[in-house]
């Protein structure tokens, strides 16, 4: 009798793993859960998200573990209290072992406060955002439309610039204070106002809301011109046309995203996280806001509905680089060229260096900054071995270096032409 709840829990368990890992039918993943299931909790979600500035995830996981603290506090009371008085409760014949084993033991209700919300979350994982690592995925439906082809960022085509050195470009142009320090010919001198100051200053905590909002919308559009382009299974059919009525059923993303404390994350190697239950983005306010926006780039095409880590960092970057805002293709622009840099050679990487904007110079610094004052090298192992386990459960057998096939696959949309520079 008193196993019973602690039974129905790990079938509740039982349940959410069947449901994730089950062979279900691909049209089923496709139109079932993404085309039709998500859009619509993705509605719900994105206003919880939007509706308060601090993190609604956070709070209800400390109001978790305070309760399971009480309790705990409670059963060692209890246990002190059996102690102090176990010498009538012997001579009644009642052993403080029977009081442990009964039904109202002292550490029953810790138990059943950990093992019920646990069964829960593990069953509503595949229903929030576990399931949309099982849909068909961007980078298949790429690879397949462009053959096997690959992008080098290194070679110029054409006669023109490579398409590193086009990041440059965007970077120039984009740069904070570029208006000033480039002005155009024959324009009239003006003072920078609140109105067209770039925004990405400070930390990730002070960017302002309407450049959160900027970078979610970049985000929402481009995840629907890409689903539309190579995913159109995973869309309803009335959500497959290029229609203001059409974008209703895409994929709602928050216009916000939450800041957690500096250090919270980079201390484990990481920046930015999306809670899979309420689809809430977060990221580390111990970055520099550039590198901050671009990391909200990532967490909101996961709240889209891109799970893996290659399709939300390719679906960040190129929602970044084709925003309408310049701070947003800024961010983009600087988040691309520095990972480019990871495949250069020492020259490459002097003169790739050399050619950037000092501002932008500045901001990698800063971010690189950020990363080495926080990082606890244990910790990252420990993080890094977790997730890359995580991430095989999911079906990526890259494990972490899904993060590089980002890139690549950033490289071969915008090499096809979907996103500039």
Same mark, same amino acid.
């Given at each position: 009798?008193?196993?019973?709840?602690?039974?129905?829990?790990?079938?509740?368990?039982?349940?959410?793993?069947?449901?994730?890992?089950?062979?279900?039918?691909?049209?089923?993943?496709?139109?079932?859960?993404?085309?039709?299931?998500?859009?619509?909790?993705?509605?719900?979600?994105?206003?919880?998200?939007?509706?308060?500035?601090?993190?609604?995830?956070?709070?209800?996981?400390?109001?978790?573990?305070?309760?399971?603290?009480?309790?705990?506090?409670?059963?060692?009371?209890?246990?002190?209290?059996?102690?102090?008085?176990?010498?009538?409760?012997?001579?009644?014949?009642?052993?403080?072992?029977?009081?442990?084993?009964?039904?109202?033991?002292?550490?029953?209700?810790?138990?059943?406060?950990?093992?019920?919300?646990?069964?829960?979350?593990?069953?509503?994982?595949?229903?929030?955002?576990?399931?949309?690592?099982?849909?068909?995925?961007?980078?298949?439906?790429?690879?397949?439309?462009?053959?096997?082809?690959?992008?080098?960022?290194?070679?110029?085509?054409?006669?023109?610039?490579?398409?590193?050195?086009?990041?440059?470009?965007?970077?120039?142009?984009?740069?904070?204070?570029?208006?000033?320090?480039?002005?155009?010919?024959?324009?009239?001198?003006?003072?920078?106002?609140?109105?067209?100051?770039?925004?990405?200053?400070?930390? *990730?905590?002070?960017?302002? !809301? +309407?450049?959160? =909002?900027? %970078?979610?919308?970049?985000? &929402?559009? /481009? $995840? #629907?011109?890409? @689903?539309?382009?190579?995913?159109?299974?995973?869309?309803?059919?009335?959500?497959?046309?290029?229609?203001?009525?059409?974008?209703?059923?895409?994929?709602?993303?928050?216009?916000?995203?939450?800041?957690?404390?500096?250090?919270?994350?980079?201390?484990?190697?990481?920046?930015?996280?999306?809670?899979?239950?309420?689809?809430?983005?977060?990221?580390? *306010?111990?970055?520099?806001? !550039? +590198?901050?926006? =671009?990391? %909200?780039?990532?967490?909101? &095409?996961? /709240? $889209? #509905?891109?799970? @893996?880590?290659?399709?939300?960092?390719?679906?960040?970057?190129?929602?970044?680089?084709?925003?309408?805002?310049?701070?947003?293709?800024?961010?983009?622009?600087?988040?691309?060229?520095?990972?480019?840099?990871?495949?250069?050679?020492?020259?490459?990487?002097?003169?790739?260096?050399?050619?950037?904007?000092?501002?932008?110079?500045?901001?990698?610094? *800063?971010?690189?900054?950020? !990363?080495?004052?926080?990082?606890?090298?244990?910790?990252?192992? &420990?993080?890094? $071995?977790?997730?890359?386990?995580?991430?095989?459960?999911?079906?990526?057998?890259?494990?972490?270096?899904?993060?590089?096939?980002?890139?690549?696959?950033?490289?071969?949309?915008?090499?096809?032409?979907?996103?500039?520079?």
């Amino acid at each position: 009798m008193t196993r019973r709840p602690f039974v129905a829990a790990a079938a509740v368990a039982a349940a959410g793993l069947v449901l994730q890992y089950a062979p279900w039918p691909q049209p089923w993943l496709d139109a079932g859960f993404m085309g039709w299931w998500f859009p619509r909790l993705t509605r719900v979600t994105a206003r919880l998200a939007a509706g308060v500035g601090w993190s609604l995830s956070a709070a209800l996981l400390a109001a978790w573990l305070l309760g399971l603290a009480l309790c705990a506090l409670a059963a060692l009371v209890g246990r002190r209290r059996v102690g102090l008085g176990g010498g009538s409760r012997r001579r009644s014949g009642v052993g403080t072992g029977d009081v442990r084993r009964g039904r109202h033991g002292p550490w029953r209700p810790f138990r059943l406060a950990l093992a019920w919300p646990a069964a829960l979350l593990v069953t509503a994982f595949p229903l929030t955002f576990g399931l949309a690592y099982r849909v068909s995925d961007l980078k298949s439906a790429v690879a397949e439309r462009k053959a096997g082809r690959s992008v080098d960022p290194w070679v110029a085509h054409a006669g023109g610039e490579s398409l590193a050195y086009r990041l440059v470009a965007v970077l120039t142009a984009t740069a904070p204070g570029a208006a000033e320090d480039h002005p155009v010919a024959g324009a009239a001198s003006e003072p920078a106002t609140s109105a067209t100051a770039s925004s990405v200053t400070g930390s *990730a905590a002070d960017l302002p !809301a +309407a450049l959160r =909002a900027a %970078a979610a919308r970049c985000v &929402a559009r /481009t $995840a #629907g011109a890409l @689903r539309r382009e190579f995913l159109p299974a995973t869309l309803a059919p009335g959500a497959r046309r290029a229609t203001a009525a059409a974008d209703a059923g895409l994929p709602a993303v928050p216009d916000r995203f939450k800041t957690l404390p500096a250090g919270t994350l980079l201390r484990g190697g990481y920046a930015g996280i999306v809670s899979p239950w309420l689809l809430e983005p977060h990221v580390d *306010a111990g970055l520099p806001a !550039a +590198a901050g926006l =671009a990391v %909200a780039l990532h967490e909101f &095409a996961h /709240t $889209a #509905g891109f799970a @893996r880590e290659a399709e939300a960092e390719a679906v960040g970057l190129v929602a970044g680089l084709t925003c309408d805002d310049p701070d947003v293709r800024y961010a983009a622009a600087l988040s691309l060229a520095r990972s480019l840099l990871a495949a250069a050679s020492a020259d490459e990487e002097r003169e790739y260096l050399a050619a950037w904007p000092e501002r932008a110079r500045q901001d990698a610094r *800063a971010a690189e900054a950020a !990363a080495r004052r926080y990082r606890t090298p244990a910790l990252q192992r &420990a993080t890094d $071995a977790v997730y890359a386990t995580y991430l095989r459960s999911q079906g990526g057998s890259e494990g972490l270096g899904e993060y590089a096939g980002g890139t690549a696959l950033a490289l071969a949309l915008i090499g096809g032409g979907l996103a500039p520079p």
